[in-house]
C-alpha cells in the first residue's frame, strides 16, 4: 500500500466517524484528504474498495502490533492483553465515537467481506501463537489450539460491538483473559 493510498484511508475514517458510512462520498474524502476526486479514484475506483483496503490496514496493523508484543514478551498474560487491545478495545473505541455505530457496521460487513474473513484468521493465527507454549495444558481440558484460539477471535469479534460501555467491555474482557489463563494453567494472582 502506498502512502498516498494510506492518507486517503485515514481520511476516509475521518469522515466516516463524522458523518456515518452511508452518507460519506468520495467528495467527502477528497476534501479531507486535500486530494481530487480523480486522484481518490485512480487509487481506489469505489467506495467499497476504499472500504477493503481500509480494512487489510487496519487488521495489518493491528497484527504487527501483536508480533512486536510478541517479541517483547513471552508473558501470556501480557500477550492477551496486546491481542485484545489490539482486536476489540481499539476497534470498540472507534465504532462508539462514530455518529452512526450500526451504520459503520453494517457497510464494513457488506462491503468488506472477504477481508473481514481473512483478517479473522490472521487473528486466530495470532492468537494460537500466544497459546502454543501452553498446548498441552489445552489439550488436557480435552480442545484443541485450534478450538480455542477460534474461540478467543470469536469472542473478540463479537465484543466489537456488544458491550454496553467500555467499562463493561473490559469487565468481558477480563473474564475472557482469566478463563484462558487458567485453561493454560497459568497462575491468575501471578499475572
Keep these: 500500500m502506498t502512502k498516498r493510498e494510506e492518507e486517503i484511508i485515514e481520511a476516509m475514517i475521518v469522515v466516516i466517524m463524522r458523518y456515518g458510512l452511508s452518507r460519506t462520498s468520495m467528495n467527502d474524502i477528497a476534501k479531507q484528504s486535500g486530494l481530487s476526486r480523480q486522484s481518490i479514484y485512480l487509487c ?67 462491503a468488506a467481506r472477504d477481508e ?27 480442545m484443541s489450539l485450534f478450538q480455542l484460539s477460534d474461540y478467543i477471535q470469536q469472542s473478540l469479534m463479537a465484543l466489537k460491538h456488544s458491550p454496553k460501555n467500555e467499562a463493561h467491555l473490559h469487565e468481558l474482557l477480563s473474564v475472557l483473559r482469566n478463563s484462558t489463563l487458567t485453561l493454560c494453567g497459568v497462575d491468575i494472582a501471578k499475572s
Design 44 to 110: 481506489f475506483s469505489t467506495k467499497d474498495e476504499l472500504l477493503r483496503a481500509a480494512t487489510r490496514l487496519l487488521c495489518g496493523r493491528a497484527i504487527a502490533e501483536i508480533k512486536q508484543e510478541f517479541e517483547q514478551s513471552d508473558d501470556l498474560a501480557q500477550r492477551l492483553n496486546k491481542i485484545f487491545d489490539a482486536i476489540a478495545v481499539k476497534s470498540f473505541k472507534m465504532i462508539q465515537q462514530s455518529t452512526d455505530p450500526s451504520d459503520i457496521l453494517n457497510g464494513f460487513n457488506e
Design 116 to 142: 473481514l474473513v481473512s483478517a479473522s484468521e490472521q487473528y486466530r493465527i495470532a492468537i494460537e501463537e500466544a497459546l502454543a507454549p501452553y498446548e498441552e495444558a489445552i489439550v488436557g481440558h480435552q
